[in-house]
């Protein structure tokens, strides 16, 4: 299928840098392995922070790499993610968010001068956070947000507020130490509604939080407490007219003020959503990998493990560990050859500076859906299978809440799969296998009963989700069969 969408007559790339080889070179594994071996996570969310400034400031991994070498960005996500059952899903979301959704961000819908800014952010080893999920809206309600920015011609700043607790920013990871954000809000221009747009703005400098923005902390976690994550409220807070990233839309002062769209049809929303792309894609792997190393430390540990009879057999050697070891392989390099596909497709849309296509959009969250589940999956197969072991510290079992954050990282496994159902009950073409164009034929007859229909036919969604998530495989990778998780299966 078409991967993306040319988007020729979009404002032209604001970076003036030039593309750089996608490749990441030994030389560079080398590097980065050695850089990110030194991440600890016993340690405070603050003196975690400082980890993730020194290691971008070496250099390694630009704040631009998403764009311009998108190879590298993923391959220091997946070796970063390696260390993820020792270190628990701290460091990894903190790295993600802001190098993916934070400086992403910046990429997808700044200005010109905005992307420059990144270069200065990562020398002086500054942090960023995303702004967009709130108590009551975000990502799963399609990009909704209840935060508003209203224009004030007569100062030309925004003004930036919470009316109500539904409206707080909620579970903002490095919320807590970002010195910058890049906030979603509604953009109201003279009285007008403009949609949500993203706002590159200053949170705390040294002497603390800016004014009229209040933080607080989401609490104690399972894992991950290194990572700080919090609740933001606006109470009226300003910022000037140069922070909204206006690559795709901007606010001209004068008479109350004029919103002007720089490209038509095309809503700011829309290209900051181009980051939950790339992102799914990095958790996909970062589950792929966590389970990688989980069931590598287990077996290390099962080769070990004498048993009583026969004699000199080994723990590996039980029928039911064995075949789960066997299936794991197979399974996983099922996985990774189709999250592959995924990403190197995605990667040339980043590079073109395109959108990928719908069918890539879907492929995508397939892709997310599938990798998360079946390693929660396997994982807690393998923690069956091995006794007490499991329950010890240091074994990387105490760490699997990480694939539970993979899990409802980037749109949670089931609203994907909700979306993905009504994606395809909308087309009324011929479609996939004879099972997926009859359950797609019954549930387009029960919606003629009210919306009510779609909650009370719940098992049928579900079940045509995965009836996509299969063919979106097939397509992918021809020939490849998958099986259903058992976290999806019915009651």
């Known amino acids: 299928f078409v991967s993306c969408l040319s988007i020729s007559s979009y404002p032209s790339s604001p970076c003036g840098c030039q593309p750089v080889p996608t490749m990441a070179t030994e030389e560079w594994r080398q590097q980065w392995i050695e850089a990110v071996a030194k991440i600890r996570s016993d340690v405070s969310y603050n003196e975690s922070a400082q980890q993730l400034r020194r290691l971008q400031q070496t250099g390694l991994l630009k704040l631009t790499d ?15 993610a390696r260390h993820a059952p020792n270190l628990g899903p701290g460091f990894w979301i903190r790295f993600t968010v802001h190098y993916n959704l934070f400086a992403g961000s910046v990429l997808a819908v700044g200005n010109e001068d905005q992307v420059k800014q990144l270069d200065d952010i990562q020398q002086k080893g500054l942090l960023g956070c995303f702004g967009l999920t709130e108590k009551l809206a975000g990502v799963n309600s399609g990009g909704v947000v209840n935060t508003i920015a209203e224009w004030d011609d007569q100062t030309q700043e925004f003004v930036l507020t919470s009316h109500e607790v539904g409206a707080q920013k909620n579970w903002i990871s490095q ?4 010195e910058l954000g890049v906030v979603v809000a509604d953009l109201r221009v003279a009285g007008k509604r403009c949609g949500a747009h993203a706002f590159l703005m200053e949170l705390r400098t040294a002497n603390g939080p800016v004014p009229n923005v209040e933080f607080g902390d989401m609490g104690r976690k399972t894992v991950g407490n290194d990572l700080d994550n919090a609740w933001i409220a606006f109470h009226g807070a300003r910022v000037p007219r140069h922070t909204l990233l206006s690559r795709y839309g901007e606010v001209q002062p004068g008479n109350g003020g004029s919103y002007v769209s720089r490209v038509k049809g095309l809503t700011n929303m829309a290209m900051i959503g181009q980051r939950l792309f790339s992102g799914r894609v990095a958790v996909a792997w970062a589950a792929i990998t966590f389970t ?3 069931f590598e430390m287990t077996r290390e540990y099962s080769d070990r493990k004498k048993c009583w009879v026969p004699k000199n057999s080994n723990l590996t050697q039980v029928p039911q560990l064995q075949h789960l070891y066997t299936r794991a392989e197979e399974t996983l390099q099922k996985l990774e050859a189709f999250v592959a ?4 497709q995605l990667s040339d849309c980043l590079q073109k500076d395109e959108i990928p296509s719908v069918a890539l959009q879907e492929a995508i969250a397939s892709a997310k859906i599938l ?10 197969r393998l923690k069956q299978d091995v006794g007490s072991h499991a329950l010890m510290g240091d074994t990387g079992f105490e760490q699997m809440d990480f694939l539970q954050a993979c899990k409802f990282a980037e749109g949670d496994s089931r609203i994907l799969m909700q979306k993905l159902a009504r994606d395809r009950v909308r087309l009324t073409s011929p479609l996939g296998s004879s099972e997926e164009q009859q359950l797609t034929k019954e549930l387009q007859e029960a919606m003629k009963g009210g919306a009510k229909a779609w909650d009370a036919n719940f098992e ?12 979106n495989v097939a397509s992918m990778c021809p020939g490849t069969s998958v099986r259903l998780p058992c976290g999806l299966s019915k009651l």
């Open 292 to 294: 990688r190393k989980l």
């Open 460 to 471: 049928k969604v579900y079940d045509l989700a995965w009836l996509v998530v299969q063919r």
């Open 371 to 380: 990798a998360s589940e079946t390693s929660i999956d396997l994982c807690f």
């Open 341 to 344: 596909s995924c990403e190197k």
């Open 66 to 80: 998403l764009k311009y070498n998108p190879a590298k960005f993923f391959e220091a996500h997946r070796l970063l």
């Open 175 to 178: 919320g807590l130490v970002g």
